[in-house]
């Protein structure tokens, strides 16, 4: 199959059958995955603050300083999360939450290299979004390539994709003008790869984003992927959509239908060849996540909690054996996968 055009993939979306774009997104999947296979992780996100001055008008999540609810988690609560994810079964943490004008980069790195001595490779984590990645390196007044050294000294391996929403300079200027612009966002992940850490691509649909802008976000994720390996980097490992959830925030809406799910991770599967892994959201969509399976994605999570989209609707079901029932049913064996630790730090 020939590499999509932007035009190309307009065209699909518009036109193309359910059957058809299924069609495609599984003869995509055939050159990485195995048919009828899927990997998932079981995982923990979490949310060590909900404090931020972002102020991006799709979250239910944050409070202002000073407001009243806001809180900074203990180590003592962070590790016991952990252990709890262990007892569950999962490996996986995920660290997430405001920008919190209180907690500097060093606040972070103490955390994260106190999870690394006290659990070593029992756990693996996600130690920030590439957001909060370019808000901590900002208040720093480090560049981006100094912070993720930083983060690497502190035993970091990961920092994921997160924030990245719908990667348009006018999507940002419309929901998110406090964050950061697209450039900073791709200069910043770049980086992080330079630092021989691991990232991940993600995005969010189901705003009021127009066609042509999830497809600017295809594009960039692709070019940059593109420059990644060209020079030689692992690139983004991975490529993780999800769902707007509306409830409680300014902004509002309604959710999209898992139907429109399954056809953004059909095309997103079918444009972004030089990408390995497509994950479907368990954490937005439940259920309806599996059937995107059928639609190119190779790879979940089973999370446990996130504050963030529960706090605007997302609900998680604790039985995770009758979560894997619904992708056998489906025709497919499922396997744990381990977080993977990058190459040139194994080297
Ligand atoms: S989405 Fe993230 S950056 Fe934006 S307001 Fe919520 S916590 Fe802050």
Redesign the pocket.
């Known amino acids: 199959m020939s590499r999509v055009s932007v035009d190309e993939a307009r065209e699909l979306w518009l036109h193309a059958s359910d059957e058809e774009l299924k069609e495609l997104a599984q003869a995509a999947r055939a050159r990485f995955h195995e048919p009828n296979h899927a990997t998932y992780m079981v995982m923990r996100i979490v949310n060590y603050t ?1 404090v ?5 008008d ?5 409070v202002l300083p000073n407001q009243e609810g806001g809180y900074v988690l203990s180590r003592e609560d962070v590790f016991a999360k952990i252990d709890d994810l262990l007892e569950l079964g999962g490996d996986l943490v995920a660290f ?4 919190n004008p209180r907690l500097p980069l060093e606040f972070y790195c103490d955390l994260f290299a106190a999870v690394r001595e006290r659990y070593g490779d029992r756990v693996e984590f996600y130690a920030l ?1 590439i ?2 990645f370019v ?1 901590l390196a900002d208040r720093a007044g480090l560049t981006h390539a100094e912070a993720a050294a930083r983060l690497r000294e502190a035993g970091v391996h990961w920092v994921t994709g997160g ?1 990245s ?1 719908i990667l348009t300079e006018d999507f940002r200027r419309r929901h ?1 003008k ?2 950061y612009t697209v450039r900073e966002y791709l200069e910043a992940q770049r980086a992080i790869v330079e630092a021989d850490l691991r990232t991940t691509a993600t995005m969010v649909i189901g705003f009021d984003e127009t066609l042509d802008e999830r497809l600017e976000h295809l594009q960039r994720t692709r070019d940059l992927q593109d420059d990644l390996l060209r020079d030689g980097h692992d690139g983004l490992f991975s490529f993780l959509c999800w769902t707007y959830k509306p409830y409680g925030t300014a902004f509002g809406g309604r959710e999209i239908p898992p139907q429109e799910y399954w056809r953004w991770i059909a095309l997103s599967r079918i444009f972004l060849d030089n990408v390995r892994h497509v994950r479907t959201s368990v954490l937005t969509q439940n259920e309806d996540a599996f059937r995107a399976l059928d639609y190119g994605a190779d790879d979940f999570d089973l999370p446990l909690e996130d504050e ?1 989209t529960q706090k605007a609707g997302a609900t998680i079901e604790l039985d995770l054996e009758a979560l894997l029932a619904v992708p056998r049913e489906l025709g497919y064996t499922v396997e744990y996968r381990r977080a993977e630790r990058p190459a040139a730090q194994l080297a």
């Open positions: 909900n931020c001055v972002a102020q991006c799709y979250c239910a999540f944050y997430n939450g405001g920008f979004t957001a909060e808000y924030g929403e998110a406090f964050k963030v």
